[in-house]
T-cell receptor
Framework: AQSVAQPEDQVNVAEGNPLTVKCTYS??????LFWYVQYPNRGLQFLLK??????LVKGSYGFEAEFNKSQTSFHLKKPSALVSDSALYFC???????????FGKGTRLSVIA | SQTIHQWPATLVQPVGSPLSLECTVE??????LYWYRQAAGRGLQLLFY??????ISSEVPQNLSASRPQDRQFILSSKKLLLSDSGFYLC??????????FGPGTRLTVT
C-alpha cells in the first residue's frame, strides 16, 4: 500500500538559515509527489509537485524539493527561511493513475527571528 | 480561473443534530471532488471522494455521508452528530492527474 512518512513533527530554524522538511514515500510504480502548506485555520495551499523529469523541482515562495528515487525521498528545502514560512507542511503521494492523494501527518515548521 | 467555495466557515452544533456542509467549484467541469477531516491541526483523513455525479467512494465507515447532486457540488451530511465529529473539514478538487486544490475549510464544533 502507498504511504508517506514525515519523520519530524516539528522543525525549528532561525530566520535566514536554510530549512529542510523531510519526506519519504512508499509506492508501487512511479510516484507523483506533492508538497502543500497550511496556515492556521486555512485550507492547504499547493507548493510544488514532481511528476517526471528533473529531480530538483522549484515551487512557490522560493521553495524547492529534491526527488531521490534510490532513497525514496522528496525533501522540501528553502535556502533562507522567513518568519512568514512558519506553518504546517504536508507531503503527499499518488501512484500513477487517477487516485486520491495520500498525505503525511504533517510537519510544523517554526522560523524564529 | 478555478475557485472552490465552502460554507459555512464555522459551525457549532449540539450532539444529535443534523449536519450539511456544502462545497462548490467554479471554472472547471467534471472535477474529482474530495472531503477530508483534520483533527487538532494535524493529519488529514480522507472521508469521501467522487469522480462524477452520483458516484461516491467512502474511505472510512462512520457517522457521515456524502452526495454529489451536481457536477460541481459536493455535500457532506450527517443525520445525528457525535462529539467525535468535531474537526476542520476540507473540500478539494482535481482535474485529471493534476494536483488537488483545497477550499478554505469549515470548522465544526459539536457540543
Amino acid at each position: 500500500a502507498q504511504s508517506v512518512a514525515q519523520p519530524e513533527d516539528q522543525v525549528n530554524v532561525a530566520e535566514g538559515n536554510p530549512l529542510t522538511v523531510k519526506c519519504t514515500y512508499s509506492v508501487s510504480g512511479n510516484p507523483y509527489l506533492f508538497w502543500y502548506v497550511q496556515y492556521p485555520n486555512r485550507g492547504l495551499q499547493f507548493l510544488l509537485k514532481y511528476i517526471t523529469g528533473d529531480n530538483l523541482v522549484k515551487g512557490s515562495y522560493g521553495f524547492e524539493a529534491e526527488f531521490n528515487k534510490s532513497q525514496t525521498s522528496f525533501h522540501l528545502k528553502k535556502p533562507s527561511a522567513l518568519v512568514s514560512d512558519s506553518a504546517l507542511y504536508f507531503c503527499a503521494v499518488r501512484p500513477s493513475g487517477n487516485t486520491p492523494l495520500v498525505f503525511g501527518k504533517g510537519t510544523r515548521l517554526s522560523v524564529i527571528a | 480561473s478555478q475557485t472552490i467555495h465552502q460554507w459555512p466557515a464555522t459551525l457549532v452544533q449540539p450532539v444529535g443534530s443534523p449536519l450539511s456542509l456544502e462545497c462548490t467549484v467554479e471554472g472547471t467541469s467534471n472535477p474529482n471532488l474530495y472531503w477530508y477531516r483534520q483533527a487538532a491541526g494535524r493529519g488529514l483523513q480522507l472521508l469521501f471522494y467522487s469522480v462524477g455525479i452520483g458516484q461516491i467512494s467512502s474511505e472510512v465507515p462512520q457517522n457521515l455521508s456524502a452526495s454529489r447532486p451536481q457536477d460541481r457540488q459536493f455535500i457532506l451530511s450527517s443525520k445525528k452528530l457525535l462529539l467525535s465529529d468535531s474537526g476542520f473539514y476540507l473540500c478539494a478538487w482535481k482535474r485529471g492527474h493534476d494536483e488537488q486544490y483545497f477550499g478554505p475549510g469549515t470548522r465544526l464544533t459539536v457540543t
